[in-house]
Nanobody, 126 residues
Framework: QVQLVESGGGSVQAGGSLRLSCSAS????????MGWFRQAPGKEREFVAG????????YYTDAVKGRFTISRDNPKNTVYLQMNNLKSEDTAVYYC???????????????????WGQGTQVTVSS
């Protein structure tokens, strides 16, 4: 079993930055591909970014390309999401998730992810 805990959310003004962290316990994160998702009020959960087990492969949704960076530190069992130039439309609850069945392929489908954190709120004011 994998337990995931997100941190680093908060309230910022448009143009600001935040770094989210996702810490894992129970199993080594280095075995899995990892993803960040977000859910805004009244909207479905959507894929934001993903990273392969080694960190060699990353993938971003178009809305965050060039602004967000996903990375991982396997010895620390932690995945990060650096978010720069934040916009009001980035306001959402952000979740990290582990895809136990994949290591190098990054899935955008939330149903492929097996373990989820509780989420952390990001609020961007314009």
């Amino acid at each position: 079993q994998v337990q995931l805990v997100e941190s680093g959310g908060g309230s910022v003004q448009a143009g600001g930055s935040l770094r989210l962290s996702c810490s894992a316990s129970g199993r080594a994160l280095s075995r899995f591909a990892m993803g960040w998702f977000r859910q805004a009020p009244g909207k479905e959960r959507e894929f934001v970014a993903g990273i392969s087990w080694s960190g060699e492969n990353t993938y971003y949704t178009d809305a965050v390309k060039g602004r967000f960076t996903i990375s991982r530190d396997n010895p620390k069992n932690t995945v990060y999401l650096q978010m720069n130039n934040l916009k009001s439309e980035d306001t959402a609850v952000y979740y990290c998730a582990a895809d136990v069945g994949r290591r190098t392929v990054i899935s955008r489908d939330s149903s492929n992810y097996d373990h989820w954190g509780q989420g952390t709120q990001v609020t961007v004011s314009s």
